[in-house]
């Protein structure tokens, strides 16, 4: 595979020659004009041209092959892979041409046809390599069902993606951004012809027009880019690239240089030691950072001594010195680098985090960004950020702002009607922001009498202000029982639910638990009228103690992540007895489970008289949750399933007396505002009792 960037500097592309204009010439003519072309690197109409000489002579296989080289070479994923279909199965011929075709499909996004390609590929391979080679296709597999799970999981709603504007982006490459500022770009571009360095400044949210950056050397003839600025803004290191006219990827030859700032001016760049600048290899990509008195070089080459193509390594020299008297280079190691090639480090001092791209790690494309904690070459295992930084195409560049609230990326993928092709490689800019949370209020309306869903009811939700008072927001009738509110975090609210022929039933919360939920609300049970002689408020008044707290029931689903609802069997009644707890006071500690019972209860049943503190009732219960660290030095925590409601309720226990529980409530009530309804209830011979509310 052609790296794409050594330098990013392949300007692909000339407008491609219109061939349908010039149907009429020969397959051998159309041969003549690709071989000139593709001699010239204008691969792009050569590939058109070599096109054209196989739709006429569809038996030579190799025109076909020969397009679908000039397309792959400037990335031009589909036409490559259009071209190639035709020869895809002719391995003997072409030699890993199957590999190449489902690596084009990879890269146009189609992750499944990729898929079944690379596996055909493999099974029909026997060359000597084919271990090398198998390895090679499981990664590439492994990238494919990656970016099946990205595309379930969608793109991380924190990362904010920008194509930036004209004054930036040109229909040639733009490469190698620094984050000079938030407001100042430094980045590379060949806009005139050869690769130079520009700036640009945001004003008004507005990148401005991009210029050739001020005071710097003059660099007669050579691609000058990709250059990175200590911290002190003394030095700043760049590459200065020679390139061959048939140049681009590999054939091109990169050093990286040195300029001193002096005053407002730069001195003539020094070229690093020919052991960082090896011959006859590529040394680019310089990333610099200071650590007390070291300054750290980060760069990419393909020197000898590596694990694959190009490699990250790094060197170190003493900020005190004025002297380019750095170490010798050190592999970055195996946790980072590949049989494939690494590219474009950027280390963030804060983070502690390497940001390189790689072909050779597991990608969803060519190459992907990834980030890895560590420094030097200790690492931990490298990590891919995901979309949308990544995408099928190729990225690279990752480099973030001084304030941390963003950066740049460089990427070659289609977006939108913005850019069309993969051909040439823009700038985009990304941005952390905080999603959008819509909190809620749902649940359902039953009747208390038979437990059923109730239908066509009408519920209302009030905002309560500090000093208790309602204040009507929205009233919905519900035709299946069901509720649904938007609401804000950290308010009081209020739920009523009215239906001809019962008594309204209403509820309290409020969303300050809104770091760890997005849902709250809770069953609503109504009494039919005429059912045990009560009225609407007796009837409010046993819902509120004989339903297990419902109104706690507030915060039921986490925010991260949706918890699968917990379904609990009831115990199967024992009839042996269960090991006793220890007495507590007068209580005798004999256990027994009843037949009837309608709890799981995760504590002993004891015999006698005694009390316990109801604090909640949930419908997942964590007892580890941090809610609880205050009352669990008070008495030990429990958990009851009641079945008839799917709830948990959440008890402090055992209480020998009832003074004891009052003693206690208070505390519990004001640990967390979430207990503020707590109750004591009486337990006999282990058998929930009455609910005592003081």
Same mark, same amino acid.
């Given at each position: ?567 609990? !069997? /009831? +115990?199967? $009644? =024992? @009839? #042996? %007895?269960? !090991? /006793? +707890?220890? $007495? =507590? @006071? #007068? %209580? ?5 489970? =009843?037949?009837? %019972? ?97």
């Amino acid at each position: 595979m052609k790296n794409p960037i050594i330098l990013s500097l392949f300007a692909a592309c000339l407008l491609a020659f219109n061939v349908q204009a010039q149907d009429k010439l020969s397959w051998k003519k159309h041969v003549k004009l690709a071989d000139e072309l593709e001699a010239k690197a204008q691969y792009a109409d050569a590939g058109e041209h070599y096109r054209a000489a196989f739709k006429q002579k569809t038996k030579k296989k190799e025109l076909a092959y020969m397009a679908g080289e000039c397309f792959y070479t400037i990335r031009d994923y589909r036409n490559a892979a259009e071209v190639w279909k035709n020869v895809k199965d002719d391995n003997a011929t072409f030699p890993l041409i199957g590999l190449r075709y489902a690596r084009c499909l990879k890269q146009n996004g189609e992750h499944e046809a990729a898929s079944s390609e690379f596996v055909k590929f493999l099974g029909n391979y026997n060359g000597p390599d084919k271990t090398a080679i198998s390895q090679q296709v499981q990664t590439e597999l492994r990238g494919c069902e990656l970016a099946a799970q990205y595309t379930m999981k969608g793109d991380d709603p924190n990362i904010v993606l920008e194509h930036l504007s004209a004054n930036i982006n040109t229909p040639e490459t733009e490469f190698g951004p620094i984050a000079f500022s938030d407001e100042a770009l430094y980045f590379s571009s060949t806009m005139a012809k050869r690769a130079e360095i520009y700036r640009s400044i945001k004003s008004g949210g507005d990148w401005g027009k991009s210029q050739p950056i001020d005071n710097f050397p003059v660099i007669e003839g050579d691609h000058f880019c990709n250059g990175t600025l200590t911290p002190d803004a003394s030095r700043f290191y760049f590459t200065i690239c020679k390139s061959e006219e048939k140049w681009g990827g590999l054939t091109t030859h990169c050093e990286i240089f040195v300029t001193r700032r002096v005053g407002k001016t730069w001195t003539s760049p020094e070229r690093l030691p020919d052991y960082i600048n090896e011959q006859n290899v590529s040394t680019t990509q310089p990333n610099v950072i200071q650590d007390g008195n070291t300054e750290i070089l980060y760069f990419s080459s393909n020197r000898n001594g590596g694990l694959g193509g190009m490699d990250i390594w790094y060197t170190t020299r003493e900020i005190s010195s004025n002297a380019n008297d750095f170490t010798l280079p050190i592999n970055a190691g195996s946790r980072v680098n590949t049989k494939g090639d690494e590219i474009t480090p950027f280390y963030d001092k804060i983070e502690g985090n390497l940001y390189f791209a790689s072909n050779g790690q597991v990608s969803i494309g060519g190459f992907d960004i990834f980030k890895t904690k560590g420094s030097k070459s200790q690492w931990q295992t490298a990590e891919n950020v995901g979309t949308p930084l990544n995408s099928p195409a190729d990225d690279f560049s990752f480099v973030k702002t001084p304030s941390g609230k963003g950066g740049f990326i460089v990427s070659n993928r289609s977006y939108g009607m913005e850019k069309v092709n993969t051909t040439d490689e823009d700038i985009f800019s990304f941005s952390y922001e905080t999603p959008v949370v819509q909190y809620t209020a749902r649940g359902e309306v039953f009747s208390k009498a038979s437990r059923e869903v109730l239908d066509d009811v009408e519920v209302a939700i009030y905002e309560i202000d500090d000093k208790g008072q309602r204040r009507f927001m929205k009233k919905v009738a519900s035709s299946n029982g069901h509720y649904d509110f938007a609401i804000e975090p950290s308010h009081k609210y209020a739920l009523e639910a009215t239906k001809d022929g019962f008594f309204a039933a209403s509820y309290e919360f409020d969303s300050n638990d809104y770091n760890t939920y997005t849902d709250f609300g809770a069953p609503l049970y109504m009494e039919p009228y005429g059912v045990g002689g009560g009225n609407e408020e007796e009837s409010m008044k046993e819902d509120a103690q004989k339903l297990a707290m419902d109104e706690k029931v507030a915060a039921p689903v986490a925010k991260k992540e949706m918890p699968a609802k917990e379904t609990v !069997k /009831p +115990e199967t $009644p =024992k @009839k #042996e %007895v269960l !090991k /006793p +707890e220890a $007495p =507590k @006071k #007068e %209580v005798v500690a004999t256990t027994t489970t =009843k037949s009837n %019972v309608d709890a799981i209860n995760a504590a002993p049943l004891t015999t006698g008289t005694y009390y316990k503190i109801q604090i909640i009732a949930l419908k997942k219960v964590d007892l580890n949750h941090s809610r609880f660290s205050n009352v669990k030095n008070l008495r030990r925590i429990d958990k009851e399933f009641y079945s008839d409601r799917n709830l948990y309720r959440v008890m402090v226990a055992d209480y020998a007396t009832l003074d004891e529980a009052r003693a206690d409530l208070p505390n519990i009530r004001n640990s967390n505002k979430d207990f503020s309804d707590a109750f004591i209830v009486e337990y006999k011979d282990g058998e929930r009792g009455e609910t005592i509310s003081q």
